[in-house]
């Protein structure tokens, strides 16, 4: 009983980061996607500073469902969202100056991020409490981790270096080499970040075909043998059975 | 000339969509049909037209008031509040401009171009820096004006691409992507008008 209630909150998690993936299947939440991920370091604070606001507004969201008339449910739902954003907008001014400047005007406009609004209406309303925490979890760090994967891709294509970024007085991250100086730098670029999610895109679209194609392939082999099966049971009962063993030899 | 620049700069130089990463959503949402995306485009020129007065206006408030960090709080409200007195202006006064914008109109309010603008208009974050309530409103303007661009050439495309071959895997969303990747170099090329 206990696994199974176990698995049943992993299983919401789960669906978060990979089957409906906020970024590579939802596609939603675009435009941080694309702005902010010049660098892994950058996409990974966005993904997380997104992903606490997403846990607040779902944990507030649901324990004031029953409260919060059907009517205006979307302003509700919207200040809410734009007062956990306005108190992260402090914090990080605060502790983490360099990822704040980095975000730029992307941090306050996490307010009309569409990935929240949407898990705030479509989860977090009809759920208890603890479940909608675990969706914000789930779908946060499917985003974060999309946006790292696009940040990494595009640092190491368009700057040459992986994870490079500062914390405090501490810098961490690795140049590869005289690898900078071969770098492309269109990658940085607007242009380059259309270019890389889409890329991304028909990469996890084709994986996604081939398995579809192989678990077809399977059912329909399994299909075969049970026929198959029927058949040769249909045949060993009659008389046919004899005829067919001649065919087959 | 000033005001020239800044209109040049809004529209191509800082493409909103293809330069800033704003207004994603509906640049790839709403784009599979020129009409419709001419709806789209009307629509957030007109907001954040609109929009950007009311967020310069209100941003004096708060500074008067010394609360500047309500800022983004105070800017929703006021977008979400006027672009539905916006839909009931149009559905009493211009019933023909309010059915041609259809669906798109309450969409707006979550479209960040227009949150954007409203927080580049008085921000030091803005390329532009649009500093009187004329420069607010005329960036608000053909900022959107450059959304409408760029979401109209996308549509024309994107009804043409619906006739070709495409590899399955590229199907919708990466080479509609990719597309944009390609007009976006394009306009990267406006940077040098302004020198």
């Known amino acids: 009983m206990k696994g199974q209630f176990l698995s049943s909150k992993m299983d919401i998690v789960k669906n978060g980061i990979i089957s409906s993936n906020p970024t590579f299947r939802l596609v939603l939440g675009m435009c941080p996607t694309l702005a902010v991920t010049t660098s892994a370091f950058n996409g990974l604070g966005m993904g997380l500073a997104a992903t606490l606001v997403l846990i607040c507004s779902n944990a507030l969201v649901s324990l004031l469902r029953k409260v919060i008339p059907d009517k205006v449910r979307i302003p509700a739902y919207v200040l809410i969202i734009a007062t956990f954003v306005t108190m992260l907008e402090m914090l990080l001014k605060k502790f983490v100056p360099t990822l704040y400047s980095a975000l730029g005007i992307y941090l306050p406009l996490i307010v009309v991020n569409c990935i929240i609004l949407a898990r705030a209406e479509a989860f977090a309303s009809m759920n208890k409490v603890g479940d909608s925490i675990l969706d914000g979890l789930g779908m946060g760090l499917g985003f974060t981790l999309a946006l790292t994967l696009i940040g990494f891709v595009r640092e190491l294509l368009g700057a040459g270096t992986i994870f490079k970024g500062s914390l405090g007085s501490a810098e961490f991250g690795l140049t590869l080499g005289n690898l900078p100086s071969y770098s492309l730098g269109i990658f940085v670029l607007p242009a380059g970040g259309f270019l890389t999610l889409g890329i991304i895109m028909a990469i996890i679209n084709y994986i996604g075909q081939k398995n579809k194609e192989k678990r077809e392939k399977e059912e329909r082999e399994k299909l075969h043998k049970i026929l198959e099966a029927a058949h040769s049971n249909e045949f060993s009962d009659g008389e046919n059975n004899t005829n067919e063993e001649e065919v087959r030899a | ?195």
């Open chain 2, 1 to 195: 000339m000033q005001y020239f620049l800044l209109i040049i700069a809004a529209m191509f130089v800082n493409n909103f969509v293809l330069c800033q990463f704003l207004g994603i959503c509906p640049f790839l949402g709403v784009s599979k049909k020129t009409d419709t995306a001419l709806g789209m485009g009307l629509a957030v020129i007109f907001v954040m037209g609109v929009a950007s007065i009311f967020t310069w206006l209100i941003q004096k408030l708060l500074v008067l008031a010394g609360i500047e960090y309500l800022q983004t709080i105070a800017f929703i409200l006021v977008i979400a509040a006027l672009v539905q007195i916006i839909e009931m202006v149009l559905k009493r006064f211009m019933p023909s401009l309010y059915s041609a914008l259809g669906v798109y109109l309450p969409l707006i309010t979550t479209n960040c171009a227009v949150l954007g603008v409203a927080i580049l208009n008085i921000s030091t974050y803005g390329v532009v820096g649009a500093t009187s309530l004329l420069q607010s409103f005329l960036n608000g303007v053909f900022s959107g004006a450059g959304f409408t661009i760029a979401i109209l050439l996308l549509a024309g495309i994107r009804e043409r691409m619906d006739l070709d071959l495409v590899p399955k895997p590229f199907r919708g969303f990466p080479i509609t992507l990719i597309t944009a990747s390609i007009m976006s170099m394009a306009f990267v090329a406006f940077g040098g008008l302004l020198g």
